[in-house]
Structures are given as structure tokens and as C-alpha cells.
């Protein structure tokens, strides 16, 4: 009797999970971007809204909500009601936050549902066109000669620019002065406007720059070449071997959202990335789509937050 009766509520679960699966959304979705409009976690975030809101039936607003080096937005996600109608747009920050402040209000692996990391991107090392360094070897040799008088820009404390900064900066052995902006699209303008000299945005925040010659680019931060910069080196190609840092873009949800919405949501951007013209977008930033399934992207995370705490504690990052 008793295994009869857990076989019924085993049942029962699967029903009304299914049911919960199917009727769901029934109102519209937020999506938090916890940076600024403009930056590369803005434009990806739009794309997949923009698809979302087709597959699902129901309007996928963003809501920019940046600062703090993303833990503002972060924050809004793991406090909110988890129900599958307010979702992050996550990026490799979320990885690298806990060894950068020592205090946090949200612990990253436990308070979010990974659903999909959709995309990997490049950081791309600009500089402004007045600065006298067309090379990844004259900046080092520039820095070196000029010791703090570079002044770099990132998308905040603790976020991917930050890091490929504080990566490259150790590594080649100079120091540069750090201004941290409140997400990729205002420290893009200051570089533009020559308040900064250095900055190392995501690819598709950066490219449209780059393609009007805005700034000069000399480097990209993953190991190989982009397929949408094909004529700008790889940073360890161009004068830093060994160097190498990926930003990437994923959807979570807060935790305890119910695995059938998890499932439901998966489902859709999986559909999402694999569509043409959304496909076309991402190629066009220099985006490389992923399309993990959550058990993957949880992994991910896991193995990000360990590198970045052991890269933070190399470069002498106190935490704040």
C-alpha cells in the first residue's frame, strides 16, 4: 500500500508539474540586466528578450539595473519570488563578485537557478586613438616607461573588464590607474571621449566602436582569433603568451523556482539560440552561442568562481 500510494503522489507531482509547465507565463517576464544600456550584457540580454517574447506569448521587458559591479541587479534576482517572472541576465561577474568584496548580499552558487549560459565573448583590449600605441608590445613598453600614468577604464569593480584589466596588468608588469564605470556603455563613452586612455569591453559592446574607428583595438582576450576580428590578434598571439580571459552571458532565475519552469524556460532558449536570425546577431558581436543545459552552466559557474578567486589573489586584489 505504501509504495502504491508514493507511485500516486510521484503522479500527482508529474502532473501538476506539467501543468505548471504549460501554463506558464501567463503575464510578462523581467529580465534584469544589472548593467547599463549599450554594454554587451544589454545588447545580449535585448536579443534574447526580443526571441523570448516570441516563443513564450508574453512581453520579456528588460530592466537595466546597473551598479555596484552588477551586484545591484544580481541582488533583485536572488531576492525576488521564484516564479519564473523575474530572470538575470547573468555574466561572468556573478563568478567573479565573491573574490572581489567581502561582503556580498546573495551567495552566488546557492540563491540562482542556472537555465542556459547562451553565450562566450571575447573582451577586446581598445585604447583611444590619441594614445601613442598601436601594439599590445608598445602598450606594455609604454606602461612600463609611464609607470600609473595610463588611465584604464572597466564596466565596474569586479566585473570581466575589470579582470582581463587586472590579468593583464600582472601579467606584463605595469600598472595602470583603475576607473571603474557603471557598466560597458559608459566606460565605452569615456574612452571614446579620451577621459580614459585603456578598456577592455566585451566584443559586441566594442565592435561597432572599433568598425567606425572610434578606438583602436590590439587585442582580443581569448587564446584565438574572433571570427567577427579577424584582423585583430589574440593578446597571447601579440605579445602576452599565456593570456586568456572569456566573458560570458547566461539566463538564471532565483532559486527554488519550480524545475518545470526551469525546464520550460530551457527549452525556449535553446530554440532561441538556434534560430537564424538570432544566430546572425550573435556572429555579428563576435559571440559564440552556448546553449548549455542548467546542469552544465551550474558547473561552469563552479569552475569560474575558482579560477577568478585564484586570479584576484595573484594580481593582490584586496577584497573591498
Do not use: C
Not at 600614468?149 to 573588464?161: H, K, M, N, R
Amino acid at each position: 500500500m505504501l509504495r502504491q500510494f508514493t507511485a500516486v503522489v510521484a503522479l500527482a507531482g508529474f502532473a501538476i508539474s506539467g501543468a505548471l509547465a504549460q501554463s506558464y507565463p501567463v503575464k510578462p517576464i523581467r529580465l534584469i540586466v544589472p548593467s547599463s544600456p549599450g554594454g554587451g550584457t544589454d545588447i545580449t540580454g535585448r536579443i534574447v528578450a526580443q526571441k523570448l517574447t516570441e516563443l513564450l506569448g508574453q512581453q520579456v521587458v528588460v530592466d537595466n539595473r546597473a551598479g555596484a559591479g552588477t551586484r545591484i541587479g544580481n541582488e533583485i534576482v536572488a531576492k525576488s519570488p521564484p516564479d519564473g517572472y523575474t530572470l538575470l541576465m547573468g555574466l561572468s561577474t556573478l563568478a567573479i563578485i565573491p573574490a572581489i568584496y567581502a561582503s556580498v548580499p546573495y551567495d552566488a552558487l546557492k540563491d540562482f537557478a542556472p537555465i542556459s549560459q547562451v553565450v562566450s565573448v571575447p573582451n577586446v583590449l581598445v585604447v583611444h586613438p590619441s594614445l601613442p600605441a598601436r601594439s599590445v608590445k608598445e602598450l606594455i613598453a609604454l606602461g612600463k616607461s609611464r609607470p600609473r600614468d595610463l588611465v584604464a577604464g572597466s564596466a565596474g569593480t569586479g566585473t570581466s573588464p575589470h579582470l582581463s584589466l587586472e590579468l593583464f596588468k600582472s601579467m606584463a608588469g605595469i600598472d595602470m590607474v583603475h576607473v571603474p564605470y557603471k557598466g560597458s556603455g559608459p566606460g565605452l563613452v569615456a574612452l571614446v571621449s579620451g577621459e580614459v586612455a585603456v578598456f577592455f569591453p566585451s566584443a559586441p559592446s566594442a565592435t561597432p566602436h572599433i568598425k567606425a574607428n572610434r578606438i583602436r583595438p590590439l587585442g582580443v582576450t581569448t587564446a584565438t582569433r574572433s571570427e567577427a576580428l579577424p584582423d585583430v590578434p589574440s593578446i597571447a598571439e601579440a605579445g602576452l603568451p599565456g593570456y586568456e580571459a572569456t566573458q560570458w552571458f547566461g539566463v538564471l532565475a532565483p532559486a527554488g523556482t519550480p524545475q518545470a519552469i526551469v525546464d520550460r524556460l530551457h527549452k525556449e532558449i535553446v530554440t532561441a539560440l538556434k534560430s537564424p536570425d538570432v544566430v546572425k546577431q550573435f556572429s555579428a558581436q563576435s559571440a559564440q552561442i552556448v546553449a548549455s543545459s542548467p546542469e552544465q552552466f551550474a558547473a561552469y559557474i563552479r569552475a569560474e568562481t575558482q579560477k577568478w578567486a585564484k586570479v584576484v589573489k595573484a594580481a593582490g586584489i584586496k577584497p573591498q
